[in-house]
């Protein structure tokens, strides 16, 4: 089995859509282990703030197969196929890591860049997996969020149910 990280995404009807791609995601790979969930503003073009959070499985399924379904998770939700990567959207699913793969696989980058960009993907991460190591860089999600300049992009911890249970809550 290998351990994969998922960082998911909106700001379109965010809330519906955030559940909605929890939904789509037990049901293709089952426990999910899931990030408090944080509001942060949109990172590379003027729009709504975002939803971001991410997700924890153990999977058998193939690289190019996930990015694939998590792909068609996407369109179902509303993303055109040919969106551009810095626009609205619906739901937005990210493979951050699989296993140690670093390098470039099926059209995903291993892992993903944003992991050490931004803090609306390391802060949540960190926190879900505080002691795992960045496959590349080789220092833990927490040493690396302790690094992170903290105040260069603002993230509100907010209140977030999914299957009538809190997953997160404010700060």
Known sequence: MTTVYLGLGSNIERE???AAG???LQT???ELALSPVYDSAAIGFEGQPFLNMVVSTSTDMPLA???ARLRHIETEHGRPARATRFSARQLDIDILTYGDLAGH???VTLPRGEI???AFVLRPLAELAPGARHPVDGRSY???WAAFDQDSQALTRVDFSWRGRFISRAE
């Open 105 to 107: 696989f099926a059209g």
């Open 142 to 144: 927490a040493e690396l």
């Open 28 to 30: 293709l790979l089952g």
């Open 16 to 18: 519906r859509y955030l």
């Open 65 to 67: 197969e996930m990015a």
């Open 116 to 118: 050490l960009e931004n």
């Open 22 to 24: 929890l939904d789509a």
